[in-house]
């Protein structure tokens, strides 16, 4: 199987974006995937969270603006299969920067596409700022598809109804003509609040399949991780958070286990190209030598 890439985007900060991809990423490489985390933020939360230092000049910057290899810029995070391309506050200039050079909305594509087909990993995992500018832009345009990190809140589902819109538009555009929902995950659920199971509902009736059947829990142990640089698994691997990110990188996986057999599927289907038979002249005897 291929590489395969996913953007996590909400323009919605604090909706639990980055510590799902943290989390998700850890149970990943746990289980045995080789997983690359892209931090996309210049907030930098992906790298701090995964127990890294926030370093002058370690960030994609370079790559959009420059053509600096992301190869070179490659951290190994300490946790098995699990490796980080991290970020610092100065990629937000590129914001300004970026729009200007020539293909502005592809440079991430450019860049991130010797990874992915060096095939070195299963999964890279793209966190995304809570915005639309043009770093998450790039984002969506250089993935396979996104995952969209949902908050158990009314306002969440306002949000999410803007996101589908840029989606849809990229498609439709040619800018990322097979970009597709990889699916919802329902993140900071509480239990006890009607209004959390309302929105949960809501979102299924609206999206089916595309939403995750794991739901993810507010809990304090998710909201402490960040600050020791563990992912949840490896700061209490018997919390409630661990326990639902477990169930998660399951289910994902069971997702890409169903996507590639249907793709083997589909190309085993598809007729065969059969090549035009090449006409061939017939051959013209020489002229008889004898004939007067």
């Given at each position: 199987?291929?590489?395969?890439?996913?953007?996590?985007?909400?323009?919605?900060?604090?909706?639990?974006?980055?510590?799902?991809?943290?989390?998700?990423?850890?149970?990943?490489?746990?289980?045995?995937?080789?997983?690359?985390?892209?931090?996309?933020?210049?907030?930098?939360?992906?790298?701090?969270?995964?127990?890294?230092?926030?370093?002058?000049?370690?960030?994609?910057?370079?790559?959009?603006?420059?053509?600096?290899?992301?190869?070179?810029?490659?951290?190994?995070?300490?946790?098995?299969?699990?490796?980080?391309?991290?970020?610092?506050?100065?990629?937000?200039?590129?914001?300004?920067?970026?729009?200007?050079?020539?293909?502005?909305?592809?440079?991430?594509?450019?860049?991130?596409?010797?990874?992915?087909?060096?095939?070195?990993?299963?999964?890279?995992?793209?966190?995304?700022?809570?915005?639309?500018?043009?770093?998450?832009?790039?984002?969506?345009?250089?993935?396979?598809?996104?995952?969209?990190?949902?908050?158990?809140?009314?306002?969440?589902?306002?949000?999410?109804?803007?996101?589908?819109?840029?989606?849809?538009?990229?498609?439709?555009?040619?800018?990322?003509?097979?970009?597709?929902?990889?699916?919802?995950?329902?993140?900071?659920?509480?239990?006890?609040?009607?209004?959390?199971?309302?929105?949960?509902?809501?979102?299924?009736?609206?999206?089916?399949?595309?939403?995750?059947?794991?739901?993810?829990?507010?809990?304090?142990?998710?909201?402490?991780?960040?600050?020791?640089?563990?992912?949840?698994?490896?700061?209490?691997?018997?919390?409630?958070?661990?326990?639902?990110?477990?169930?998660?990188?399951?289910?994902?996986?069971?997702?890409?286990?169903?996507?590639?057999?249907?793709?083997?599927?589909?190309a085993a289907a598809a007729p065969a190209v059969v090549e035009p038979a090449t006409a061939i002249?017939?051959?013209?005897?020489?002229?008889?030598?004898?004939?007067?």
């Amino acid at each position: 199987m291929p590489t395969q890439s996913f953007a996590f985007a909400n323009q919605k900060g604090g909706v639990g974006k980055t510590t799902t991809v943290v989390s998700l990423a850890a149970c990943l490489a746990d289980a045995g995937k080789r997983v690359l985390v892209v931090d996309f933020d210049p907030q930098a939360n992906a790298t701090s969270g995964l127990g890294q230092e926030k370093l002058e000049g370690h960030s994609v910057y370079d790559a959009l603006l420059n053509g600096q290899p992301l190869t070179a810029l490659v951290r190994q995070t300490g946790f098995p299969n699990l490796d980080l391309i991290p970020s610092e506050e100065d990629l937000a200039a590129a914001e300004v920067d970026v729009p200007r050079a020539e293909r502005f909305l592809e440079r991430f594509k450019m860049a991130i596409e010797p990874i992915k087909a060096s095939g070195v990993y299963d999964f890279i995992f793209v966190d995304c700022p809570p915005s639309l500018g043009i770093l998450t832009m790039n984002a969506l345009v250089g993935v396979d598809r996104i995952c969209i990190a949902l908050q158990c809140e009314y306002y969440a589902l306002e949000g999410l109804t803007v996101i589908l819109r840029v989606v849809e538009h990229l498609r439709s555009s040619g800018a990322n003509p097979a970009l597709d929902v990889e699916g919802i995950v329902m993140t900071m659920f509480d239990s006890r609040t009607n209004l959390a199971h309302q929105v949960v509902e809501e979102v299924r009736k609206h999206f089916a399949d595309k939403v995750f059947k794991t739901v993810i829990p507010r809990t304090v142990r998710l909201s402490e991780a960040p600050s020791f640089g563990k992912p949840i698994i490896h700061y209490d691997k018997h919390s409630a958070g661990a326990t639902a990110y477990t169930a998660l990188a399951k289910e994902f996986l069971k997702r890409q286990e169903a996507a590639e057999k249907l793709a083997t599927a589909a190309a085993a289907a598809a007729p065969a190209v059969v090549e035009p038979a090449t006409a061939i002249a017939p051959a013209v005897p020489p002229p008889d030598s004898t004939a007067v």
